[in-house]
């Protein structure tokens, strides 16, 4: 497989590329419908290889080829577009397999990434833009890296790296469409019980029932309450467009500032010219794309906040709600993410700027929606925490079990999945991802009961990236930033970072607004 990225060939020597299969592999071919080591010893490597084996049985879609649906492939459909619909087929011996790079890296782990005791300690904001993640990753080229990127190409790739000290690291790739953040991390989590058993460490049974995967695409179509030829629903389509999403239309070739780059990618899923011309698009707005330099240089910062911090912003944002907002109940994330988003606009010098049904825990798949929150600049640079805690946890609250089944409905009768974007990038955006409760710092290959030193998203250096993990059962928080670099030093030097953490929130109002909401 060709490389997306060059390593450092002084410390990087790969040792072993091969494709992994089920260690049991189907007779007959399933295709499903995807909603839309100074070295490290050879039995350890051999164990986690093995073991990857044995876990992919229960995730053999992962080793599957991922193709574009066809006009055959769906006629039978209750919505019998194919335009933009991937499937995956697997169980057949032309399956690509998982990628698997073995990597001997000619570095210590200090030497690369400090410890979890550092960055709780004096590191609370490590500047990780030096971190060389692509020497960590896969060097193989996934399908839908872009969308005209598919035939023949695996769906998953990961590499297992030997530090000279004696540590290792893995790592993990998947097309999107499979997988949302917390899809991986389930499977590493199996990955991680099977090699135990292997291993002979503990593993209680009741480890493979609770991580074992629910792959059924169809469990989101079911709640679109979709029927034979029938048009959408007109009530289920409002419902669905008055959620707080955007719509932005990346086929707008006449949008300010287009990006030229991005056709190539787009033609893949769009209708030939002459059906497009005549072809109605459901409502959108153009992409503001002159507020995303994509040649800024743009820095990546890891900032630590302990559970103590973390309490202390969650009491002073329920403390200061705003009248309107006093019913809701703030959560440690939504303080977190209102505090970094207030930070965020600082930064970017908005002051003073006046704007004119639930799934199983273990389903595997990508269900993932981008709900937004927008003030005037003024407010959203305002150190009033209650405001911005409260707009996030308000718009959370708007996604409830209706309006998202009506959301799916909307989404089954679209052109083209591909064409409407849920987020932006830039200057005026800010897109956010939480692995919290994802329990990623717990992954044990090993059995030794230790947390990992560190665990990164794999996210692009693009300004406006916000990532939020917890660190194990501390009750921290790890909140990766990717911003501009002129704005991302005004971040980590404006007093107001820490100062929600050292400032308790006025008692009396905290306990008014908990007996007002009936939680005193």
Not at 255 to 264: C, E, F, L, S
Not at 347 to 357: E, F, K, L, S
Request: aromatic residues 6%; proline residues 8%.
């Amino acid at each position: 497989m060709a490389p997306t990225s060059a390593a450092n060939p002084a410390v990087h020597h790969i040792e072993t590329n091969r494709r992994v299969f089920p260690e049991s592999r189907s007779s007959s071919p399933t295709t499903s419908k995807l909603s839309v080591m100074q070295t490290l010893p050879s039995d350890v490597c051999n164990t986690i290889s093995h073991a990857l084996s044995h876990t992919l049985v229960e995730y053999p879609h992962f080793v599957g080829q991922i193709q574009w649906a066809t006009d055959d492939l769906v006629k039978d459909d209750i919505i019998p577009w194919h335009l933009g619909r991937p499937v995956v087929v697997h169980g057949t011996l032309d399956d690509p397999g998982v990628e698997l790079v073995v990597v001997n890296y000619d570095m210590n782990l200090d030497c690369i990434v400090p410890s979890r005791d550092q960055r709780a300690a004096r590191l609370k904001e490590w500047d990780a833009s030096c971190f060389p993640q692509s020497d960590f990753l896969p060097p193989t080229k996934i399908a839908l890296m872009s969308l005209d990127a598919i035939e023949g190409l695996p769906a998953m790739a990961v590499q297992l790296t030997a530090f000279k000290c004696g540590g290792f690291g893995i790592s993990a790739k998947i097309s999107h469409p499979l997988a949302d953040a917390i899809t991986p991390t389930n499977f590493m989590h199996l990955w991680a019980v099977r090699s135990r058993i292997i291993l002979g460490k503990d593993a209680e049974p009741s480890e493979l029932k609770v991580l074992e995967p629910v792959f059924n695409p169809s469990l989101l179509d079911q709640v679109a309450g979709l029927c034979h030829g029938s048009p959408p629903d007109p009530e289920k389509i409002a419902k669905a467009r008055s959620l707080p999403m955007h719509r932005f239309d990346w086929w707008e070739e006449e949008a300010p500032g287009y990006q030229i780059a991005v056709k190539p990618n787009s033609q893949a899923t769009m209708p030939p010219p002459d059906e497009l011309s005549r072809t109605e698009l459901s409502p959108s707005t153009p992409p503001p794309w002159k507020t995303w330099d994509m040649g800024a240089a743009v820095d990546h910062a890891q900032i630590r906040f302990s559970a103590g911090e973390l309490a202390r912003m969650k009491d002073a944002a329920q403390a200061n709600l705003p009248e309107n907002l006093k019913s809701l109940r703030v959560s440690r994330l939504d303080a977190t993410l209102g505090h970094i988003w207030t930070l965020i606009n600082r930064a970017r010098g908005y002051q003073g700027h006046r704007g004119v049904p639930p799934l199983p825990a273990n389903f595997v798949g990508s269900p993932l929606l981008l709900g937004y929150v927008e003030k005037a600049g003024d407010e959203a640079a305002s150190e009033d925490l209650g405001s911005a805690a409260g707009a996030i946890r308000h718009m959370m609250s708007l996604f409830t079990p209706d309006a998202v089944a009506a959301y799916i409905h909307d989404a089954a009768h679209e052109v083209g999945p591909q064409r409407l974007w849920q987020a932006f990038v830039g200057s005026q955006h800010t897109l956010v991802t939480s692995w919290v409760e994802a329990k990623t710092y717990e992954v044990d290959f090993l059995g030794t009961g230790d947390l990992a030193r560190y665990v990164q998203g794999v996210m692009p250096k693009i300004d406006g990236l916000v990532q939020v993990m917890e660190i194990a059962n501390t009750g921290d928080f790890d909140v990766s930033l990717c911003m501009e670099h002129d704005a991302m030093e005004r971040l980590l030097n404006d007093s107001l970072l820490r100062q929600r953490m050292s400032v308790k929130a006025d008692p009396q109002k905290l306990i008014q607004n908990f007996m007002s909401n009936g939680l005193f």
